[in-house]
Every structure is written in structure tokens, then in C-alpha cells.
């Protein structure tokens, strides 16, 4: 049972440019939730979405970023038009129930550049 | 609003000696408490979690927390460390109603355990 698979795990985007994020949950798993963590701080939670869904968007910013979780395929976290401060590690995590009796398994991340 | 206080940016330990990493937390209402640890360009691995019951919490790797509700604390503890324990510990809190696996994580504390 593979983990939770991000890609690309490396992206470098110009000022202006569109960046897209990908994660796939383990097997199994129905929700998705979107971290970023900015150089020395921790992680802030950005969107948690079931699958077609979007369950809690409090965490995002109010423009540019969007996230989806379609019925097929894996989940999408979108940044338009990006800017020096959009560079990041954005973590996706996954859990089988919205539960925390059954904890988030989190993937490797992606880690943007802006230049 | 909920929110986790680390401390500590880095602790030093020499390896044999035991350690603790410091947590605190603020939440209405009684807490589900976590621990996460990163190692260098990594995701993050789930160590431990507190739910309810015994406030002594066994995890992974020979790491265990302690529920403190009076001091609202959840401090991280391992009686010898290993060299291989260096890595960055991150506690991190989600409300019991609704919150799903929707976590608020510490700043982060850097450990360096040294031979």
C-alpha cells in the first residue's frame, strides 16, 4: 500500500506563472487535507476536502489559490499567478474518516520556488 | 481559536541521556494532541497521539507524552536518546468536534541528540 504520493516533488515556477500540485491518497483514503510550511515555521493547515467536496477552506488564501479533490483523480492544489512569497513546502496529508482516532498520513511534500 | 506553543526552538542532548521536547496548547473544550516528527526533506511521520484515557501516551520509536490538563501541557519524552532521533519535532492540536485530522501544529523544535 503506497503512502500518500505527492508530485512533483520539486517545482520552480517564474513570478506570474501557474503551479499545480498534486496528491494522491493512500488507498482507502477519502480525505485530503493541504499544509504549507513556510521557511523556520510550522505547518498551517490551507484546505481539507472530501472527495468532490470542499469541507474547509479557512486556511487559504483568499485569492489566487484554489484546491480540488475530484471524483477520479488525484487532488489538485492550484497557485495562479504566483509570487516570491507563494515559495513554500505545501504537504498534502490523507486519512480513511474524518476521525481523529485515525490519524493524517502525510506525503513528502512539494516544495515551490518562485523566482 | 486554537493554538500550540513549542518553546524551545532547538534542544541539545547528549545520546543515553533522556529528553524532552515541550508543548503546550490552548483549545476550548478537552483536545485531541499529537506528535509529528520531520526529518530533512521529508514529510511528516506520526509518532503519537493522546485521544482520551491514560494520560501516559506510548508511541513510535520509544517516544511517549504525557496528558498534563491542569498545565495544558504535552510534552514529548524518550528516556535515551539516540543520535538518530536528530530531527525536528512538531506538536500540533485538533478540536474534538469537527475538526477531522484539521491540525494546529507548533512552530517546530529542532533536536540534536550528540554522541
Known amino acids: 500500500n503506497a503512502g500518500v504520493m505527492q508530485n512533483p516533488r520539486h517545482l520552480v515556477r517564474r513570478r506570474g506563472q501557474e503551479a499545480r500540485l498534486r496528491c494522491s491518497p493512500m488507498?482507502?483514503?477519502?480525505?485530503v487535507y493541504w499544509y504549507r510550511q513556510l521557511p523556520e515555521e510550522g505547518l498551517k493547515f490551507m484546505v481539507y476536502?472530501?472527495?468532490?467536496?470542499?469541507?474547509?477552506e479557512s486556511g487559504m488564501p483568499k485569492e489566487r489559490f484554489s484546491a480540488e479533490f475530484p471524483k477520479e483523480g488525484p487532488s489538485i492544489l492550484r497557485i495562479q499567478q504566483v509570487v516570491r512569497g507563494d515559495s513554500a513546502a505545501y504537504f498534502c496529508?490523507?486519512?480513511?474518516?474524518?476521525?481523529?482516532?485515525?490519524?493524517?498520513?502525510f506525503g513528502q511534500g512539494t516544495r515551490l520556488t518562485v523566482v | 481559536a486554537q493554538s500550540v506553543a513549542q518553546p524551545e526552538d532547538q534542544v541539545n542532548v547528549a545520546e543515553g541521556n533522556p529528553l524532552t521536547v515541550k508543548c503546550t496548547y490552548s483549545?476550548?473544550?478537552?483536545?485531541?494532541l499529537f506528535w509529528y516528527v520531520q526529518y530533512p526533506n521529508r514529510g511528516l511521520q506520526f509518532l503519537l497521539k493522546?485521544?482520551?484515557?491514560?494520560?501516559l501516551v506510548k508511541g513510535s520509536y520509544g517516544f511517549e507524552a504525557e496528558f498534563n490538563k491542569s498545565q495544558t501541557s504535552f510534552h514529548l519524552k524518550k528516556p535515551s536518546a539516540l543520535v538518530s532521533d536528530s530531527a525536528l519535532y512538531f506538536c500540533?492540536?485538533?478540536?474534538?468536534?469537527?475538526?477531522?485530522?484539521?491540525?494546529?501544529f507548533g512552530t517546530g523544535t529542532q533536536l540534536k541528540v550528540e554522541l
Open positions: 500540533a492540536v485538533s478540536p474534538r468536534e469537527g475538526g477531522g485530522n484539521k491540525l494546529t
Open positions: 496529508a490523507s486519512s480513511p474518516s474524518s476521525g481523529p482516532n485515525t490519524e493524517a498520513f
Open positions: 476536502l472530501q472527495k468532490e467536496n470542499i469541507i474547509d
Open positions: 488507498k482507502g483514503h477519502s480525505h
Open positions: 493522546y485521544i482520551t484515557g491514560d494520560n
Open positions: 483549545v476550548s473544550g478537552n483536545p485531541y
